[in-house]
């Protein structure tokens, strides 16, 4: 096996639906690290904060510690694991881990593929980016992660899941009449729609169709905020907004908060609607937190 397509089948907990990018976001993080700093290691007692902030703000709503993936991936054959009492994981005890020193790293094997092939971090780290995490994030991760890549053609992960449906995004736009189903927004220049994007309701990295029936016409802003959990659909098409954003401007308060309980815009009659099961799956695997109550009638 190749080092793509060990990058591309780390073994994920995984039931029904269920997002589990832990280990990507290590991997990805090891990745940032190595790219900075070859020959270094990452102590679990120093990078705890930095790998629990990137699971809070990546990973599913529901909370786990950075232990695990620190653990877990040794099994896949990419990262290694030694304490201060020798080589080795301790196993996925936070207390352990922090006491005796453990601090993980790519494994030789991956660190000397890297420094003979240097294309091939930016391609592994791709794999993970396109198979784990919708387009309108990669940009926002990599910073997170401290990764620079190269910027890239479409189409390069055909051979590890297929090739996205590019139909979508005209069938999509055109059942929403080019507007955002959140805001309504619906610039052009001349004839040509700006700042509008098919967003996948369950992203199409975790099995999500290039259906009508699985997409929005969202503007630039509330795509990256439906990605990221800020904003959700919720019984009746109706928008929620998490508890958890934080917003004190007007911007932030016409532009997000205003749209407690207010009904999605589209699509046009004889189009399909978000179907239920793409609905409830944003909603416990991406909606961060409890959604704002609507305002009183």
């Keep these: 096996m190749d080092w793509l397509e060990r990058a ?12 589990a990018p832990h ?5 990805l993080y090891a990745l940032g690290c190595f790219q900075r700093d070859a020959d270094g290691e990452l102590r679990y007692s120093a990078v705890e904060d930095d790998l629990g902030r990137l699971l809070a703000e990546y990973g599913p709503p529901k909370r786990t510690t950075p232990a695990y993936p620190f653990h877990h991936l040794v099994s896949d054959g990419v990262w290694e694991v ?3 009492r020798g080589p080795g994981t301790p196993g996925s005890g936070v207390r352990e881990l922090r006491e005796i020193g453990a601090a993980g790293r790519l494994t030789p094997e991956l660190r000397a593929a890297l420094r003979r092939e ?7 780290a791709r794999v993970l980016l396109d198979l784990n995490f919708p387009p309108s994030l990669h940009g926002d991760l990599c910073e997170a992660v401290g990764l620079e890549l190269e910027p890239t053609g479409s189409g390069q992960f055909s051979a590890v899941r297929g090739r996205r449906d590019p139909r979508m995004r ?4 055109t059942a929403y009449e080019y507007r955002c189903a959140f805001c309504g927004y619906d610039g052009r220049i001349g004839a040509v729609p700006v700042g509008l994007e098919a967003a996948h309701v369950r992203w199409w990295a975790l099995d999500g169709p290039d259906d009508v029936d699985n997409g929005l016409c969202l503007c630039s802003l509330h795509h990256k905020l439906f990605d990221k959990g800020v904003l959700g659909i919720g019984d009746s098409h109706r928008i929620l907004v998490s508890q958890r954003f934080v917003g004190h401007s007007p911007a932030a308060r016409e532009h997000v908060i205003a749209l407690v309980g207010r ?4 699509p046009q009659p004889g189009a399909s609607p978000v179907a239920a099961v793409h609905r409830s799956w944003h909603t416990s695997q991406v909606f961060h937190g409890s959604p704002r109550p609507a305002p009183a009638a």
């Design 8 to 19: 591309a089948k780390l073994r994920q907990w995984s039931r029904s639906g269920t997002r």
């Design 23 to 27: 280990k990507p976001l290590l991997f």
């Design 82 to 84: 030694r304490t201060d």
């Design 118 to 124: 240097p294309s091939l971090l930016g391609r592994m």
């Design 170 to 173: 005209e069938q999509v736009l």
């Design 263 to 266: 009904p999605l815009i589209g």
